[in-house]
DNA sequence: CGAGGCCTTGACCGCGGTCAATGCCCGTGG
DNA sequence: CCACGGGCATTGACCGCGGTCAAGGCCTCG
């Protein structure tokens, strides 16, 4: 089980100082995902989370007749649902990108830990904490910015993601169409 | 205390159930804010959170030349820079829209209270998860919604927010200039 | 009564959405 | 080995939403 807490580099440092993940680490499960496989549906319970050690996945909601992308995730990244974290349907599909390697979260075992672990309420509150910073870094670059900037914004901080995805994809998470992230494409490389 | 504990009728719930607020109750104090008082400012550290009795505020960063809306607080709400309680400088500014009053809440105390006190650590987290419920709704509206669209969800779940803002506040926090905004009212209104 | 804040309205135009056609890459089957 | 089909990206034509700049109206307060 020392082996799966090692896994988990991306909380390692903080979790581990304190002990966080000692609890839950015990009850890790290791599952597979081939690409296209959807675990978590909008409007559906699911009790596990999932830590990607290898692969990605992507969320995203039906508005219309068309999917809304709301996130990425790769290694190490925690994939779930916040609202199934609450015994609550969820409100978006978690939709595996790639065959993908992981680690399995019981969230019934988790919510419980944190009732009386510390340690474990405080792991959860570093998760919650550092998706705050990404949803509000995300409001940042939708609120006030053209498409150009959106699409500047993934070059600089996340270029790996585009050999990753479709740029379909990305045009989706930026709130743009397909074909306004091509023109934009057009305009930068000339 | 008590009387205090009594008036974060927000949290009181869930959060007395478990005796969250007590440990942190006994360090709050009153405070009276003017309108334009700006305790917490881009870029500078400020020690405290804020439960609002009575009054309201707002929270704007600076693009370009331009204020950009990021939330309103009135009764009940939390005015904190999450950045702030991380002993980091604040992303954003915050400013009292009326005359108000207010709890005043120390975070180094209550950052050292949910290292020991599991009631308090949970406290945070419920915190944290109506936060990121808000964050999660707002990206939905801005991240693939017409002015239109935007400005009805406030008309639908806001609309005393109207009695209480400029309507030039409102048009930055949808994301719009001030001038589309009026004329989308224009087009509702005949 | 004048000044300033806030909202509205007008003229103009560019960004970005829609619909449709075309190109490119690649896997499959004849 | 080549031909076809499907998935994805690009490009074009068209146009409406929304941004910018500027002017004007309304209300409040000094």
């Known amino acids: 089980m020392q082996q799966h807490i090692q896994m988990i580099s991306k909380y390692l440092d903080s979790a581990l100082a304190e002990k966080g993940w000692e609890k839950i680490a015990e009850t890790l499960q290791e599952v597979h995902f081939k690409e296209g496989d959807t675990p978590i549906r909008e409007g559906y319970y699911h009790n596990y989370a999932y830590i990607i050690l290898q692969g990605g996945a992507r969320s995203y909601y039906w508005k219309d007749d068309k999917e809304v992308i709301t996130w990425f995730a790769f290694e190490n990244d925690v ?6 974290y609450n015994n609550k349907p969820a409100l978006e599909t ?10 399995k979260i019981d ?7 944190s009732q009386t672990d510390i340690a474990t309420c405080h792991l959860i509150n570093t998760i919650f904490e ?29 270029p790996a ?7 379909t994809y ?5 709130g743009i169409t397909r074909e306004t992230l091509s023109r934009l494409r057009a305009r930068i490389t000339f």
Do not use: D, M, W
């Open 107 to 113: 969230l019934h075992k988790l919510h419980s830990f």
């Open 94 to 103: 978690v939709s595996f990108l790639e065959n993908s390697h992981c680690l």
């Open 130 to 158: 550092e998706h705050i910073t990404f949803l509000e870094e995300r409001l940042r670059l939708l609120q006030h910015n053209a498409g150009i900037e959106r699409y500047l914004y993934i070059l600089e901080k996340e």
């Open 170 to 174: 990305l045009a989706s998470y930026l």
């Open 161 to 167: 993601l585009l050999n990753r995805i479709p740029l």
């Open 79 to 84: 994939v779930a649902s916040l609202q199934n």
